[in-house]
């Protein structure tokens, strides 16, 4: 059924940049907020971001807020999260998660996808 297929991470540099993206299928994207969320390695779980379901509104942890943007293409069925100016405490799994309904409530994120790893290290 629901199906998030991230992609995009790498290794980088510390102040470089990757964009990541994920995939939707399974349900109809454009009628729901989507977030990414990360987890370092013997870390908990850090929401990172959120986007309601059309786009016009973006919420960012503090940790990544004016580094990171967020955004989505509905007619691709693609979430996108730029990284920019990376630090080392950026490393993590990155995720894909689709909230239940349109609007970005932190915490109620689900269907996560399979993540994909970025690591910023020099």
């Known amino acids: 059924e629901v199906r998030l297929v991230e992609s995009g991470g790498g290794l980088v540099q510390p102040g470089g940049s990757l964009r990541l993206s994920c995939t939707a299928s399974g349900f109809t994207f454009s009628a729901y907020a989507m977030s990414w969320v990360r987890q370092a390695p013997g870390k908990g779980l850090e929401w990172v971001s959120g986007?309601?379901?059309?786009?016009?509104?973006?919420y960012y942890a503090d940790s990544v807020k004016g580094r990171f943007t967020i955004s989505r293409d509905n007619a691709k069925n693609t979430l996108y999260l730029q990284l920019n100016s990376l630090k080392t405490e950026d490393t993590a799994r990155y995720y894909c998660?689709?909230?239940?309904?349109?609007?970005?409530?932190?915490?109620?994120?689900?269907?996560w996808g399979q993540g994909t790893q970025v690591t910023v290290s020099s």
């Open positions: 986007i309601n379901s059309g786009g016009g509104s973006t």
């Open positions: 998660a689709k909230h239940p309904g349109f609007l970005v409530v932190v915490g109620t994120e689900k269907y």
